[in-house]
Each structure stands twice: as structure tokens, then as C-alpha cells.
């Protein structure tokens, strides 16, 4: 932009604002806004709405003042003088509209604009989606800075005088005739002695970088006039426009991490809100020492401009990973448009972004089943998460559920392959929980299971006893928990020569009498079954108390929660206990055995308290075996 003279020797006009000016303007200042930075971003969003609305005059009126001007905005400071100067080639001002736009607080010159167009211009009007001003306060954002603000201007209307507008802040403004050769506005702020680090010109580039980066004019700073706005936002360009580089390019500006996302998505939806976005899945749940993303939330834009650094209404807590940008026309932002509120549009715009999430997940688990394994081991307990705290359909995210198996305990296997492997006679998906998978492979638990050739899915990640609590069903199978009491299973089809004769019950009166004897309270009761075939005992749940599951919740939820006492089941045909039995009631052996059998059972669980406790005993019996 060339120099130009702004004086003026016309005595200047006071006049009072229409509002009750002076405590609005307390509040604009002292409470509207978190940040004072914002002032910025407001003044480039204004300059933006002029240059959109000169663009849309000009497509139908070429009589206009400086046709042949480059539409842009330029930004210069003076640290000595603490001044900041905005200038635009927009459609610039009269004084009277100069008076009606900045001398009435909560005037949209921007919703103004578009009212009248949509009666004089039809469908049209509809183009002017770079209008980014709503409710005419963000002008005076300038007063959290400002120890005055004087605004030159003049209109594209060829035979328009220039005029200036001046305010401190007080209760009035004086406008007055001034100089100025171009169109558009020079809005030239005093900066408070406090607010002297808005004159700084690498302040202002993070500023502009932080906020207006993607406004589509070119933003000029200094007197080198060099851009420093990107200007094109990416999300708004149709997906066919971009390539796989683009994307991982854009990824790269957006968190300075260094490896390329495992996925992304990119959304451009009109109906039933209108939304553009781009979404990444990170390769690390960890953010790299170099990253600009301090916290977890999406960069939510309103037609290009940032709105909130993080935010984290857009998604559900277990997808805070996910990471990108937001942009839509129908946001329902608060007055000083930084922050949005709680709406129906907003419920809309989350089930959008959510599901077009979860729909990138299984593509890239379907498309790239390796990449996949990568995101379960990083990201997997989020989606277990998930499963346990969606209050709508946590069934959406059972597919990108992935597990170990007593068939695949190194691969990682999805419910839906479980389902296809599972037998003919198969009447329930079976679990088995632990605190890891070396012990629960031994379990007593699974001895009928392997009986019956079935698969059983290994769960030893404490949420897992979360996300059970969910998910009872997948595919009209229910999930079932291998440790129950009275799991129900089908008859095997055994030869006459592997059936096991039963064992007379008086038979074994006297052993169970000295087991319940010897762990008194320990247990509710002992008895024998016939549900194990290669262990000598197992411990179940008494009917009534809290399921598994729920006790292992309540255990990692509770640090004072009490495991309820169990039943000890043993194995009659075992060699332990068949050997145990034919021990003289007073062999000094028995009462060994029996504790190591029970505290066995307490280990394999894990339950036990002190399992080093167990050595002395363990060291007393391999010397009564070596005699």
C-alpha cells in the first residue's frame, strides 16, 4: 500500500454512542474476553468482511473507486510510538455509515450486508460465506489494547468524501472529514503502555499465525510487506483437489510431528449442518518433545478463522486422541466468538465428526490390518473406553475391538474372526480374566473349555472388566465368562474309553471335611466337580456375591474393596487330591497340602496377597517328598 495522508484541518463532530456506552464497553473490555490477543484477530476478521463484501459489490457494479487495487490487508508498528496501524482495500465506509457501524456497539455490518443481499440478490447472497462478522462487538476488542483508536475510510463509491472516526473509549466518538486517496479502511490503534508488545512484529506474525492464517486474503506485516498468512485452508478443498502428501504436509504444519498420521479422514458435508474437516490419527499416543498440540481437542475454525485452540466438544473423551481441524458456517458461537455453545447444531456436528472417526478406524483396520495391530497397541484402551462409558451405541466401536486368544495369542484377533472360527455347537463367545496372560493360559477355569475345543478370548488389561460391563453380546452371541460356576456347555462327544467313572460322593466326605476344617473362614464352602480335567482346584463365586467382573472393578475403583470369599472346587480325579485322601488324618502332610492347594488356587487367580509367603511351606514339602 502506497503512504497517504491521514489529517485533516475540519474541526471534529462529538457524539454520543447509542448504547449506554460506557458499561458496555466495561464489560467488552474487562469481561467479553479471555485473551487480549483476540483484538487482532478481530480487526483482520473486519478487513476480511470488507474485502468480501467489495468482491461481491464489484461482480455487479464496476463503478467503484480503485478498481485495479489488490485486494489484501497490511499490518505496520511503531515500538517507539506504540502504534499499530490495520489497513484493507475493502469496500471502506462513508461517514454515515461510519457513524451507524462504529458508533452503535452490537451493530453487524456483516449481518446487515447479508439481509439485504438475500433480498436483492437472491441465491447469490448465498456465496457470501467469508463473512465472518456476527454481532458487531469485535471492533471494540481494540479497547482491551488501546489507549485510543482512530479508523480513516473511505468508500468504493466513486464520488464518497473520506471520513475519520476517533474514540478513547469514553462515552463519545467525534468523526470528522479526512485524506484519503484509496479505498478501503486504515484503522490505527495507540497502544496502552501495558500493550506494548503488540507493536512487536514477530508478536503479531505468531498472532496472525495462531488465528487468521487461513483468511483468504493475503495479510502483508512490516514494511517489507512480507505474507505471512497460508491463506488456503486445505479442509475446504474437495478430497479429489489432494493427495496423500497434501494431507500428511498439512499434519505435519498442524503438530510438528515428525512421522506421518496411521490414518486420516477428510469430511465436506452440507446437511444436516454444514461442516469441513480434516482428521488425523496420530502414529503415537505420546506427543513428541517438539509438538505445538499441548493439549488434546480439535482446532475449530468459523469460516477459516480459529475459534478455540482445543476444543473438545466436538468428539467423545475416548477419542481426545484424534487430532485436526473444524470448520463450519453454522457454528453457534458466544458474542465474543470464542467459545461455542451447547446446541442442538453442536450435538449434530459431534455425531458427525464421531462417526466419521470410528467409519476412518475400520476403514484402516479392513484396508491395512498390519497398520491396524500398530493403532490397537498405542490406542487400544481408548476404544475399550469407549465400549464402557457411550452412553448411545457402543456397539459402533465392537469391530475395532482386537484380543489375544487361547488360538491366536500372539496375533491379534478382531470378535468378528472369533465368531467365524467358532464351532458348530459353540453357544456362547467365552472370556477369561487375569492380571496377565502367561497365568490365565494355566487357569483351572479353562480345563472344560479345552475339553469342548473352544476358543477363549484372554483378558488381562483392567479395563477390560470396564468394557464388559458393556458389552454383553456380539453378533445374537453373548459373551460369557469361562470362571463361572454354572457355565452351561454342551454335551462332548467322548468315547466310552475317556469317559471318567464317577467317584462314589461318601467316597470323599472325610477329605472335604479336613479342607474346610484346615481354611475355616477362608471359604464358603469346598466341594468336588467335575468341571476340571488337568487341575486339582479351582475357586468360584458363591451365588449372589458380585460377578468377576465386577469385582475387579470394584478392586481397581476401591482401594479398601474386600474380594468376597469364595468356593473352593476340587478335582477327584487329580492325583493330588486323589492321593491327599488316602493320607492318614493325622499325617502332617495334609494340613501342607491343603494350604498350598488353596493358596495356589489364590496365586492362579490373583488374588494372593503375599506369595512369597508360600516359599516356607513349599521348602517343608519338597523335604517330605525326598524322605
Not at 198 to 210: C, D, Q, T, V
Not at 485 to 511: F, I, N
Request: charged content about 30%.
Amino acid at each position: 500500500m502506497s503512504d497517504q495522508n491521514f489529517s485533516s484541518s475540519a474541526p471534529a463532530q462529538a457524539i454520543p454512542f447509542k448504547a449506554e456506552t460506557r458499561q458496555l464497553l466495561d464489560i467488552l473490555i474487562h469481561s467479553l474476553y479471555t485473551e487480549r490477543e483476540i483484538f487482532l484477530r478481530e480487526l483482520i476478521s473486519n478487513a476480511s468482511d470488507a474485502l468480501t463484501r467489495f468482491d461481491f459489490k464489484f461482480l455487479t457494479d464496476r463503478e467503484v473507486l480503485n478498481p485495479e487495487a489488490e485486494g489484501g490487508i497490511w499490518i505496520t508498528s511503531n515500538e517507539t510510538d506504540r502504534t499499530l496501524t490495520i489497513t484493507d482495500t475493502g469496500d471502506g465506509m462513508t461517514e454515515a455509515e461510519m457513524i451507524e457501524n462504529l458508533g452503535t456497539i452490537a451493530h453487524s455490518g456483516a449481518r446487515a450486508f447479508i439481509a439485504v443481499s438475500e433480498k436483492t440478490n437472491g441465491e447469490k447472497a448465498q456465496k457470501l460465506t467469508d463473512l465472518i462478522g456476527q454481532f458487531g462487538v469485535g471492533f471494540y476488542s481494540v479497547f482491551m489494547v488501546a489507549e485510543s483508536v482512530r479508523v480513516i475510510s473511505r468508500s468504493l463509491k466513486p464520488d464518497a468524501q473520506p471520513a475519520a472516526w476517533f474514540c478513547t473509549g469514553a462515552d463519545t466518538f467525534n468523526v470528522e472529514p479526512a485524506e484519503k486517496a484509496e479505498r478501503g479502511t486504515t484503522v490505527i490503534v495507540k497502544l496502552k503502555e501495558d500493550a506494548a508488545e503488540y507493536a512487536k512484529e514477530f508478536h503479531l506474525g505468531e498472532i496472525i499465525r495462531r488465528h487468521s492464517d487461513f483468511i483468504p486474503y493475503p495479510i502483508y506485516l512490516g514494511e517489507k510487506k512480507e505474507q505471512v498468512n497460508r491463506r488456503t485452508a486445505i479442509w475446504r478443498q474437495t478430497p479429489r483437489q489432494l493427495e496423500k502428501k497434501d494431507y500428511d504436509e498439512f499434519y505435519q504444519q498442524l503438530t510438528l510431528d515428525y512421522e506421518n498420521p496411521l490414518a486420516y479422514a477428510h469430511m465436506n458435508v452440507d446437511a444436516p449442518v454444514q461442516l469441513y474437516a480434516i482428521l488425523y490419527c496420530p502414529a503415537s499416543a505420546e506427543r513428541n518433545m517438539f509438538s505445538s498440540r499441548r493439549e488434546n481437542g480439535l482446532k475449530l475454525y468459523a469460516r477459516k478463522v480459529l475459534i478455540q485452540e482445543y476444543c473438545k466438544d466436538l468428539l467423545p473423551e475416548y477419542l481426545n486422541f484424534i487430532q485436526g481441524v473444524v470448520d463450519s458456517e453454522d457454528l453457534p458461537l458466544n458474542v465474543s466468538r470464542e467459545s461455542v455453545q451447547s446446541t442442538k447444531t453442536m450435538a449434530q456436528l459431534k455425531k458427525l465428526v464421531t462417526g466419521k472417526v470410528v467409519d476412518m478406524l475400520k476403514k484402516l483396520a479392513d484396508d491395512d490390518p498390519k497398520v491396524y495391530t500398530m493403532f490397537w497397541k498405542g490406542f487400544g484402551r481408548y476404544i475399550k473406553q469407549g465400549v464402557a462409558i457411550e452412553p448411545a451405541e457402543p456397539e459402533t466401536l465392537y469391530p475395532l475391538l482386537r484380543f489375544h486368544t487361547t488360538v491366536q495369542s500372539e496375533d491379534w484377533s478382531s470378535l468378528d474372526d472369533y465368531v467365524k472360527r467358532m464351532k458348530t455347537d459353540q453357544p456362547a463367545i467365552y472370556y477369561i480374566l487375569g492380571d496377565d496372560e502367561r497365568s490365565i493360559l494355566y487357569s483351572p477355569h479353562l480345563d472344560i473349555i479345552r475339553k469342548h475345543d473352544f476358543e477363549v478370548l484372554l483378558l488381562t488389561d483392567p479395563l477390560d472388566s470396564f468394557m464388559l460391563v458393556r458389552l454383553k453380546e456380539f453378533q445374537d452371541h453373548p459373551l460369557t465368562n469361562a470362571a463361572n460356576a454354572d457355565l452351561k456347555l454342551p454335551p462332548t462327544s467322548e468315547t466310552p474309553s475317556e469317559t471318567r467313572e464317577a467317584v462314589p460322593a461318601e467316597d470323599w466326605v472325610s477329605l472335604v471335611d479336613r479342607f474346610k476344617v484346615q481354611l475355616a473362614d477362608r471359604v464358603t464352602d469346598v466341594r468336588m466337580t467335575d468341571r476340571l480335567t488337568d487341575s486339582p482346584s479351582r475357586l468360584v463365586d458363591p451365588e449372589g456375591s458380585p460377578t468377576q467382573e465386577m469385582q475387579r472393578v470394584y478392586r481397581f475403583l476401591k482401594e479398601d474393596f474386600q474380594i468376597p470369599k469364595k468356593i473352593l472346587e476340587l478335582n477327584p480325579h487329580h492325583p493330588i487330591i486323589s492321593k491327599l485322601n488316602g493320607l492318614a488324618q493325622d499325617d502332617p502332610r495334609t494340613a501342607l497340602v491343603i494350604e498350598q492347594i488353596f493358596e495356589n488356587a489364590l496365586l492362579i487367580e490373583g488374588l494372593h496377597q503375599d506369595p512369597a509367603s508360600m516359599i516356607g511351606r513349599i521348602q517343608k514339602i519338597m523335604e517330605e517328598a525326598l524322605k
